[in-house]
């Protein structure tokens, strides 16, 4: 990276963009930004010293970052090429970056301990950061979520290695150089990009040549893609129970989730799940596999997942007593959903569970609203609000009816707008609800945590 003092981030309230402008300010570089929505990330960015805008505004950016000698433009593949902004830092010639290539440059620059998948990344690798920044190695990381330990989607450190979330979307994953990465899952996804499924699998086979030679790969068991890896790779798989990786001895009882966690490295007994839900299970031995590899000792490995908090939005409890249960979860692929509602069957056998959902982007309803209808047909009453569009304009035909039409018959089920949520809310009486979606009904949920402690 060549000598900077000012960064400029087109989209810079997106999650990931958002590490990495923290990685600069904490650098003590210019940081500025246009975003299209103030949110509260962007608000917490603004507390830190981050210079942001909301409005498409040449005039806007700041004299500092307007120098092309001196200004790194980092952008967000959501934005449009027809963006002014993005178009006059193009007519003039700046060093213009996506997000993904940064993180290869840091992947070059430090161990890269990346985590792939469609689903579960963001779990596993916060797992993983928590897990190495509790060790005697530490760790740097930039993660999709913000991480309840820290309060922050970003670790900053001395150590060598860097956790980091690796995205397959627009094939931004292609960018690293991982020196480990864990592949936890490869359900077709992002099909508005890639256009089949083979290509997502290709996609990925590519990701495993890009790991350094002397690195590894930790990869679940059963996946349907072809892995191609460099001489010198070591090679792991790992499931729930089998693989070099595995759990055994797994007791799930009053709330709480123990397990023995197998290694063929040491394994490690009475391993307690500091977040326990079902799914983490098998994602804690995949950060637990990757930080043992990384050099993590057993006293380390079993603290640091004993004192994971979870991640905000991933399976993110707000209420939790014998009257009420109220959580919200990011799922938004069809896997993640039918993973959400089998974790919470089994945590609450005997309990009414209501979701609402909001599906994620016309293109991703088109292509599997009959998976999506399959998954929340496992729950027992389904209320569904209008698609998030995020990037994407309307198609025609594509609405929620299709999922709400491909419903198991007997579930209780109804669409509602967004708008009407909290009155809804309001108006209704639950014993286990959860919020599904990748969208902004999330930004609800502070409201809806409010409206049913009050009841």
């Not at 391993?271 to 006293?299: F, K, R, S, W, Y």
Request: with cysteine; net charge negative; aromatic share 10%.
């Amino acid at each position: 990276m060549k000598d900077i003092n000012a960064v400029y981030f087109v989209g810079a309230g997106g999650i990931g963009m958002s590490a990495i402008a923290r990685y600069f300010l904490k650098k003590g570089l210019v940081v500025a930004g246009y975003d299209k929505t103030p949110s509260t990330l962007t608000q917490q960015l603004e507390k830190e010293g981050m210079l942001i805008h909301y409005t498409e505004d040449v005039n806007a950016i700041p004299a500092a970052c307007k120098q092309p000698d001196s200004c790194l433009v980092i952008y967000t593949p959501a934005i449009p090429e027809s963006h002014q902004e993005l178009q006059y830092f193009r007519a003039h010639g700046f060093d213009i970056q996506k997000r993904a290539q940064v993180l290869g440059t840091l992947t070059r620059q430090h161990k890269g301990l990346c985590v792939a998948g469609t689903h579960g990344k963001t779990t596993t690798s916060t797992m993983c950061a928590h897990i190495m920044h509790q060790s005697h190695l530490d760790c740097n990381a930039f993660l999709g979520g913000i991480s309840k330990n820290y309060g922050t989607n970003y670790i900053l450190s001395d150590s060598d290695f860097v956790v980091i979330e690796a995205d397959e979307f627009d094939r931004s994953f292609h960018w690293l150089s991982p020196y480990m990465t864990v592949i936890t899952s490869t359900d077709p996804d992002h099909l508005d990009i890639y256009g089949t499924k083979e290509a997502y699998l290709e996609s990925f086979r590519h990701y495993t040549e890009l790991i350094q030679p002397e690195g590894a790969l930790i990869i679940h068991r059963g996946l349907e893609m072809q892995e191609n890896i460099p001489t010198g790779v070591r090679r792991y798989d790992y499931a729930l129970t089998e693989g070099d990786f595995h759990a055994e001895n797994i007791r799930i009882e009053n709330g709480e989730i123990t397990f023995d966690f197998i290694s063929p490295i040491e394994s490690v007994k009475n391993v307690a799940l500091g977040q326990p839900v079902p799914i983490n299970i098998e994602n804690g031995i995949a950060a637990m596999a990757m930080a043992q590899l990384a050099g993590c000792t057993a006293d380390e490995l079993s603290n640091g997942l004993k004192t994971y908090g979870g991640v905000d939005r991933r399976f993110d409890f707000k209420i939790k007593n014998d009257r009420l249960v109220f959580l919200s979860d990011y799922a938004h692929h069809p896997k993640e959903i039918y993973q959400s509602a089998k974790s919470i069957r089994e945590l609450y056998k005997n309990r009414k569970i209501t979701a609402i959902f909001q599906p994620h982007l016309y293109t991703r309803t088109r292509d599997f609203y009959k998976d999506f209808a399959d998954a929340l047909s496992l729950l027992d009453e389904v209320i569904l609000t209008e698609i998030y569009p995020a990037r994407e304009q309307p198609i025609e035909g594509v609405t929620s009816e299709l999922i709400y039409n491909h419903l198991r018959p007997g579930i209780e089920k109804q669409i509602i707008r967004k708008a009407d949520v909290l009155q809804f809310i309001k108006d209704h009486s639950f014993d286990v609800l959860i919020v599904l979606g990748a969208g902004d009904l999330d930004n609800m949920v502070p409201e809806m945590t409010k409206l049913l402690n009050c009841k």
